[in-house]
């Protein structure tokens, strides 16, 4: 299972750390990433890093403002989220998928084979 927290309220410009921790899987073996969806539009990837956390990927439209990262003695990935804005709004989900390569970074959402929850994140302006 992967529960992901750290959501909440925010003003526009502020940040947020989402965490996702894992039980009953070592997330080591794992690709992670964050996707994001808004009511009434589909899922889209916000960040994915690779394997070996040595390769990340963003949607452009957080670059400059979103880190992800892992940590696998803690069995956690992180999205730190800095600049806030309202249309940042919506809940947020980690995901792992157990892939081939440990560098690739993988970004379509049919290689993400375990899903969180959801934490929602509100920016006000």
């Known amino acids: 299972q992967l529960q992901a927290s750290g959501g909440g309220l925010v003003q526009a410009g502020g940040s947020l750390r989402l965490s996702c921790a894992a039980s009953?899987?070592?997330?080591?073996?794992?690709?992670l990433a964050w996707f994001r969806q808004a009511p009434g539009k589909e899922r889209e990837l916000v960040a994915a890093?690779?394997?070996?956390?040595?390769?990340?990927s963003y949607t452009d439209s957080v670059k400059g403002r979103f880190t992800v990262s892992r940590d696998n003695a803690k069995n956690t990935v992180n999205l730190q989220m800095n600049s806030l804005k309202p249309e940042d709004t919506t809940v947020y989900y980690c995901?792992?998928?157990?892939?081939?390569?440990?560098?690739?970074?993988?970004?379509?959402?049919?290689?993400?084979?375990?899903w969180g929850r959801g934490t929602l994140v509100t920016v006000s302006s």
């Open positions: 995901a792992a998928g157990q892939r081939l390569s440990p560098t690739y970074v993988y970004t379509a959402q049919q290689n993400y084979d375990f």
């Open positions: 890093i690779s394997r070996n956390g040595g390769s990340t």
């Open positions: 009953g899987r070592t997330l080591s073996i794992y690709s």
